[in-house]
């Protein structure tokens, strides 16, 4: 056992019993390895160091009332893994593997799933490395699928209320015909400078634009960008934003819920006529936003000190199915036994 106050627990590393590894070798996949080490033996020329063979995922496993382990859209981030994977010319792990080594590792480690209640949960990061040695600029022929977890608490340190951002307009997260839609780590290297000057001047994080035109909203660090107005839920379509899981199941909630929703570019100057505004992401779950700053032109568009009433109903209803205190009615969550 341990003794976490899972109440407190910020958004980061703990560290856990186990870790599950798998080795694509020869052109196939291997057995699933069980490992206590947190490090990685790999090669000085292993082409995720040279080269960005690397991509990533993050998905929460939630404790029930009555002690049920659920986890949420798996199989959304599976998929989008292996759309990751083709975009980086890495081995695709198969949706049967990832479930299986997703399952594993959080029975391994069930004494770090935070208890219902606390408002903490358990954070899955599956990652995908080349590890094969390459010197000239080429796909590795060997590949480590690797998925640890650590109990989490809210991404931004407030939890659910609203953050001030920052528009950035001379960084570019990334191109039009880019990584942007991949969750590869060059797009998040990309974007560290632009994160660490927002955080050192007192924003939560920053916002993107298109990066050919500048004209409209692509998305926040961490997280995707959605606004509120005529009971509309509306977010940006783009080619180089990661496709959020959340904001999908949020389109769809909001449409059960009644609203319009429309996915379509979104000009920043269309900012001042928004209701309400929120970031959403898995680590995020809704982040309401209360101001936007644009950093270049000093513009500033203001949605209030307080939560809106269609965010904190999105906000409740997603943590509600994802806790199990609302029924999954489209089929969202997947109980781990
Ligand atoms: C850049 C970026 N956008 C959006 C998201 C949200 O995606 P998801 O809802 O699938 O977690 C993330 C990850 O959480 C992200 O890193």
């Known amino acids: 056992m341990n003794n976490i106050e899972w109440s407190k627990l910020p958004f980061g590393y703990v560290k856990t019993h186990y870790n599950v590894r798998c080795y694509y070798r020869d052109g196939k996949w291997g057995e699933i390895e069980v490992s206590s080490d947190e490090y990685i033996n790999i090669h000085m020329a292993a082409t995720c160091l040279h080269y ?18 659920r986890v949420f859209r798996w199989d959304e981030n599976a998929k989008r893994m292996i759309n ?24 391994l480690n069930k004494d770090f799933v935070p208890p219902y209640g606390t408002g903490a949960s358990l954070y899955v990061r599956p990652m995908l490395i080349g590890t094969g040695p390459q010197v000239g600029v080429s796909p590795a022929k060997e590949y480590l699928f690797l998925i640890f977890v650590g109990p989490v608490g809210p991404y931004f340190k407030d ?45 939560g994080t920053v916002l993107y634009l298109d990066a050919k035109e500048k004209k409209y909203i692509d998305e926040a660090g961490p997280a995707n960008f959605f606004g509120i107005k005529n009971n509309t839920y509306i977010t940006p379509d783009s080619s180089s934003i990661l496709p959020s899981i959340t904001n999908m199941s949020l389109r769809q909630l909001a449409a059960d819920m009644g609203l319009k929703v429309e996915m379509r570019p979104v000009p920043v100057e269309e900012l001042h006529t928004l209701e309400e505004a929120g970031a959403c992401g ?10 936007i700053t644009d950093r270049e032109t000093g513009e500033k568009y203001t949605f209030g000190k307080e939560p809106g009433t269609v965010s904190t109903k999105l906000y409740q ?11 999954d009615k489209f089929g969202w969550i997947h109980v781990i036994k």
């Open 52 to 69: 960005g063979q690397e991509a990533f995922e993050g998905l929460k496993v939630f404790t029930g009332k009555d002690g049920t382990l």
């Open 84 to 107: 990751s994977a083709k975009g980086v010319v890495m081995a695709e792990p198969p949706m049967e593997l990832f479930l299986k080594m997703l399952e594993k590792v959080v029975h």
């Open 159 to 203: 939890g659910f209320k609203p953050v001030k951002v920052q528009i950035v307009r001379d960084v570019d997260r990334a191109a039009p015909h880019g990584t942007g839609r991949f969750k590869v780590g060059g797009n998040y290297a990309a974007s560290l400078s632009s994160v660490v000057r927002a955080h050192a001047e007192g924003y």
């Open 282 to 291: 898995t680590a995020a779950v809704i982040t309401p936003i209360g101001e």
């Open 317 to 327: 209803t997603l943590q509600g199915m994802q806790y199990g205190d609302i029924p």
